[in-house]
């Protein structure tokens, strides 16, 4: 089974910034006292898609493929997360796939966004209102009429 895992720019996970992920390496969550967690102290976590692995994360990010042999999760509370001792990193993948399926245009949009001028923000403010209370209340309004009158 395939298992994925998304971390920080740098590599490093997004819990603790402490473990490191990079191709061809074996990975082993930092030494902890006390009962292992998935998703917590003393274990490590992939997901079997890769549209579940930003859980707790952030863009931008880096994906990888990663393989091993999970000791926790893949139930009904974590359908789609796996806990592990230890994970071999397979191969980086690109980041936009952990956006879903139009990964891509998200990833643009979520730059576009990062650069919005404070007048391009107003004006999507505006647009917003004017849309909101023109349309949207108009039909409402009409909705309400239309029931009233039935």
Known sequence: MRFYKATRTNGTDFHTGRV???????VRPLP???RPLLCGPGMLHAATVPTET?????????????????VAGLNDDDPYKAGFAELTVV???????????QGREVA?????????TRD??????????ATWYGVACGVAQDAWIAAWTA
């Open 20 to 26: 490191r992920y990079r191709v061809g390496a074996t």
């Open 32 to 34: 902890h006292k006390g």
């Open 54 to 70: 930003l859980s707790g994360g952030c863009w931008p990010c880096r994906l990888f493929e990663v393989a091993g042999e999970p």
């Open 91 to 101: 191969r980086e993948l690109d980041a936009h796939l952990a956006l879903g399926p």
């Open 108 to 116: 643009a949009l979520i730059d576009r966004a990062r650069r919005l």
């Open 120 to 129: 391009e923000v107003e004006a999507l403010a505006r647009a917003r209102n």
